[in-house]
Nanobody
Framework: QVQLVESGGGLVQAGGSLRLSCAAS????????MGWFRQAPGKEREFVAA????????YYANSVKGRFTISRDNTKNTVYLQMNSLKPEDTAVYYC????????????????WGQGTQVTVSS
């Protein structure tokens, strides 16, 4: 069982930056692939970024590539999402998720989810 708690969301102007954090419980954090997803009002939850357990593999949605960076610190059981050059269309609730023994961009592969943190980008 993994419990995930996101933090770092907030209100920012377009062009600004935010760093989201996701703290995980448990002693086997490095065995989980981690992902960030987001859900805007009236839209389906969508993939943002993912990272493998050992950080050797990362993958991004085209909409955030070059602006967002996913990273993790396995000594702190934490995964991060650095978001730069934010746009109003990045406004959403951001969720982190854990996938045991793998990593992917597919929502259905993730078994554990956080409660989400709101990111609002004003124009």
């Amino acid at each position: 069982q993994v419990q995930l708690v996101e933090s770092g969301g907030g209100l920012v102007q377009a062009g600004g930056s935010l760093r989201l954090s996701c703290a995980a419980s448990g002693r086997t954090f490095s065995s989980y692939g981690m992902g960030w997803f987001r859900q805007a009002p009236g839209k389906e939850r969508e993939f943002v970024a993912a990272i493998s357990g050992g950080s050797s593999w990362t993958y991004y949605a085209n909409s955030v590539k070059g602006r967002f960076t996913i990273s993790r610190d396995n000594t702190k059981n934490t995964v991060y999402l650095q978001m730069n050059s934010l746009k109003p269309e990045d406004t959403a609730v951001y969720y982190c998720a854990a996938q045991r023994g793998g990593y992917s961009a597919y929502l259905a592969n993730y078994s554990y989810w956080g409660q989400g943190t709101q990111v609002t980008v004003s124009s």
